[in-house]
């Protein structure tokens, strides 16, 4: 999946929008947040997406290389 919709923004999105839209999706996704066993590991796994999503969007030569 790629780091666009794994974050759920557009490719011409500004870092504010990406910031943002992570900020979001940690809230929602944290381990920490979830208290259901089960889901916690689908939830760590998603938050590893979301986390590695971010981090190739906010480096500039990242992201340039992936668009």
């Known amino acids: 999946m790629s780091p666009y919709a794994t974050l759920n923004v557009p490719t ?3 870092i504010k929008r990406i910031k943002k839209a992570y900020r979001e999706l940690c809230l929602q996704y944290h ?12 939830g760590q796994e998603k938050f590893k997406e979301i ?10 030569p990242k992201r340039a290389d992936l668009d």
């Open 12 to 14: 011409d999105a500004d």
């Open 31 to 42: 381990p920490d947040r979830i208290s259901d066993p089960a889901q916690r590991e689908v």
């Open 51 to 60: 986390q590695n999503a971010y981090e190739t969007l906010s480096d500039v």
